[in-house]
């Protein structure tokens, strides 16, 4: 495979965390190097799309919104626009639990056919979990301008595939974003 970029999307009010999201810490380590040390093997770049100086420490170009308030749409937008790979792992910040494994399955069952491939357990798909090609960029303008900014209504403006994880590899998929669901994960870890 052609060269892949890595864009964590550090976006988001965190209202209900109450702070920086990629920044909370999971066995003492912030959620967003739990990712990165995840990724790291498989891609060749790595971009954080940010519109705040928290992520600094880190090594990794920062990339602000092009559109502010887009939500997911909007940050895999910029993330797109600014990376100069044709094929481009998105993840959101708040995945702590995710493997290299989990994302090396999905980095090749990816086919240059699909625009986009995300992950889907029994009891949602998470696009925010997803290889996403360049050629989408049109899509998520138009979504943009037309203030269409639910992900689902995005996957089916583009040819996607969904691929399914059942059992325990599912719970990777556990996104935190409560205070109560860290203390959870803490604990259960």
């Known amino acids: 495979m052609e060269k892949l970029t890595l864009s ?16 909370v810490l999971f066995q003492e380590t912030p959620f967003i190097e739990h990712i990165i040390k995840a990724a790291l093997p498989l891609v060749d770049e790595i971009q954080l799309v940010t ?29 797109l626009v600014h990376s100069d790979s044709e094929n481009n792992l998105i993840l959101s910040c708040d995945i702590p639990l995710i493997s290299t494994e989990l994302l090396s399955e999905l980095v090749i069952k990816h086919q240059s056919n699909f625009e986009v491939s995300v992950f889907s357990d029994a009891n949602k798909i998470h696009p925010l979990i997803g290889m996403y090609s360049k050629r989408i960029i049109p ?35 556990k996104n935190v974003n409560s205070l109560a669901e860290l203390k959870e994960l803490n604990t259960k870890n």
Not at 8 to 22: D, P, T
């Open 8 to 23: 964590i999307l550090c976006g988001g009010k965190s209202s209900r965390m109450q702070s920086e999201k990629g920044l």
């Open 51 to 79: 519109n705040t100086s928290h992520y600094d420490y880190l090594s990794y170009k920062k990339i602000k919104d092009i559109e502010l308030d887009k939500g997911p749409v909007g940050g895999i937008y910029s993330a």
């Open 139 to 173: 899509i998520l303008k138009k979504a943009i301008e037309e203030n269409d900014l639910k992900m689902m209504h995005l996957l089916e403006k583009v040819n996607h595939q969904i691929i399914k994880v059942a059992g325990e590899r599912s719970e990777q998929f």
